[in-house]
């Protein structure tokens, strides 16, 4: 009755969706990146300095992980 076909390989093709979506979360991973470095001359808590440069490079490895994902893929 359903014959539904599943690829068990995704396409590496991105629809406007896609690139829609990645262009929201490489905005909002930028956004943070640069709020962190920003402010992390404001803090005099090591501790917290500490805390605030591991976020920073948690959305730089986010954003590194974006670009990579627009670098191998073709647009439709």
Do not use: C, H, R
Request: glycine share 8%; charged share 20%.
């Amino acid at each position: 009755m359903n014959n539904i076909q599943y690829m068990e390989v995704p396409s590496n093709v991105l629809t406007g969706k896609d690139l829609d979506y990645l262009s929201d979360m490489f905005q909002w991973n930028y956004g943070a990146y640069k709020k962190m470095k920003n402010s992390v001359g404001q803090v005099t808590d090591q501790e917290i300095v500490a805390v605030m440069d591991k976020a920073a490079g948690a959305f730089d490895q986010n954003l590194n992980t974006i670009l990579s994902i627009l670098g191998g893929v073709s647009v439709e």
